[in-house]
Structure formats: structure tokens, C-alpha cells
């Protein structure tokens, strides 16, 4: 059965700094990988997806993520953060064409002024 | 604008009552999904459906149950509602079954079983 592991579940960055987001995986396949970020009191956004081609895959909101197969990861990073980017954020693993998502934990992420 | 709409948004029930949570997209999408959100579980999947009159469950299907009249609607019915099914649910959709193409979140609704 496919899974996701986010190890960190609370990260502090200060504004302007850079994130890094961990996610690692485990599909028995090719994956389909997404990010979502949750606002509080929101629903799920959609932030970048990799179903193939370029492992480097660039998102809305200034993020990009990167997958590394022979790692079974696929870390979200930001090279400046904003105050605005506070919230929870979520790594899903897509099975049945993408369409079944499995996700992980999350990471919630603060950012000091 | 297309949209997808969950109501209530809030509700309180009493253990053993039967509830209905509502989810409605206007996208015209084949595939739904209802999902639960747990501190510590993230979102969990309960049932999907990819048209009318298709159901399937999911990862935390018990107690749970759905069905696809029509293409815009997906209500989430818990049959007789437990302590432990206090949680928020997430309603989504999805256009097809190509990779390409992603799930959109409804808002959720916060339900409480006292």
C-alpha cells in the first residue's frame, strides 16, 4: 500500500529566509506526487503536481518541488518566505491515475516577522 | 464561477443520530471524494465515486455511507454517529482519471458528536 511520511510536524522559518519541506513516499509504481497547502479554516490549494517528465517541477506561489526517485522523495522548497505562506501544508501520493490520494501528515509552518 | 460547496459548515449532533453532510460541485465533474481530517492522520479517505450510481470506499469507510444520483452531488451519510466520527470532513472533485488533472476541495464541514 502506498504512503507518505512528512517528518516534520512543526517548522519556524523567519521571513525572507528559505523552506525546504520534507516528503518522502512509498509507491510500488510511477508516482503521481502533489502539494497542498491548507489555510486555517480553509480547504486544500493545490500548490504543484509531477506526474513525469522534469523532476523539477515549479508551483504557484513562488514554490517548486523536486523529485528524486532513488530517494522516494519529493521536498517542497521556497527561497524567501512570507508572512503569508503561514499555514499547514500537505504531501499526497496519487494511485489509480492520480485519482485515489494518500496523504501525509502535514507540516505545519510558522514565519517570524 | 464553477465551484464546489459543503454544508453545513458546522454541525452538532448527538451520538447515535443519523447525519448527512452535503457536497455539491458545479463543475461537472465524473469523480468525488469525501475525506476526513484527524490531528495527526492528516486527510483520510472514506468513499469515492467516478459517476452515478458509482461508490466505492475508501481507507475509513465503517459507519460511512454515500450514493450518486447525479453528477453534481456526493452527500456523505454517517448511519448512526459515534464520538469518534467527530472529525472534519472535506468533500473534492475531480474531472477524470488522467493524471493530469487535479482534485478540488470544498471548504469542509466541522462536525462535533457529543
Known amino acids: 500500500a502506498q504512503s507518505v511520511t512528512q517528518p516534520d510536524i512543526h517548522i519556524t522559518v523567519s521571513e525572507g529566509a528559505s523552506l525546504e519541506l520534507r516528503c518522502n513516499y512509498s509507491?510500488?509504481?510511477?508516482?503521481?506526487l502533489f502539494w497542498y497547502v491548507q489555510s486555517p479554516g480553509q480547504g486544500l490549494q493545490l500548490l504543484l503536481k509531477y506526474f513525469s517528465g522534469d523532476t523539477l517541477v515549479q508551483g504557484i506561489k513562488g514554490f517548486e518541488a523536486e523529485f528524486k526517485r532513488s530517494q522516494s522523495s519529493f521536498n517542497l522548497r521556497k527561497p524567501s518566505v512570507h508572512w503569508s505562506d503561514a499555514a499547514e501544508y500537505f504531501c499526497?501520493?496519487?494511485?489509480?491515475?492520480?485519482?485515489?490520494?494518500?496523504f501525509g501528515t502535514g507540516t505545519q509552518l510558522k514565519v517570524e516577522l | 464561477d464553477a465551484e464546489i460547496t459543503q454544508s453545513p459548515r458546522h454541525k452538532i449532533t448527538e451520538t447515535g443520530r443519523q447525519v448527512t453532510l452535503a457536497c455539491h460541485q458545479t463543475?461537472?465533474?465524473?469523480?468525488m471524494f469525501w475525506y476526513r481530517q484527524d490531528l495527526g492522520h492528516g486527510l483520510r479517505l472514506i468513499h469515492y465515486?467516478?459517476?452515478?450510481?458509482?461508490?466505492n470506499k475508501g481507507e475509513v469507510s465503517d459507519g460511512y455511507s454515500v450514493s450518486r444520483s447525479n453528477t453534481e452531488d456526493l452527500p456523505l451519510t454517517l448511519e448512526s454517529a459515534a464520538s469518534s466520527q467527530t472529525s472534519v470532513y472535506f468533500c473534492?472533485?475531480?474531472?477524470?482519471?488522467?493524471?493530469?488533472?487535479?482534485?478540488?476541495f470544498g471548504p469542509g464541514t466541522r462536525l462535533t458528536v457529543l
Open positions: 509507491y510500488g509504481a510511477t508516482p503521481y
Open positions: 463543475w461537472n465533474h465524473n469523480n
Open positions: 473534492a472533485s475531480r474531472r477524470g482519471t488522467s493524471g493530469d488533472n487535479e482534485q478540488f
Open positions: 499526497a501520493v496519487g494511485s489509480g491515475g492520480g485519482n485515489k490520494l494518500t
Open positions: 465515486s467516478y459517476g452515478v450510481h458509482d461508490t
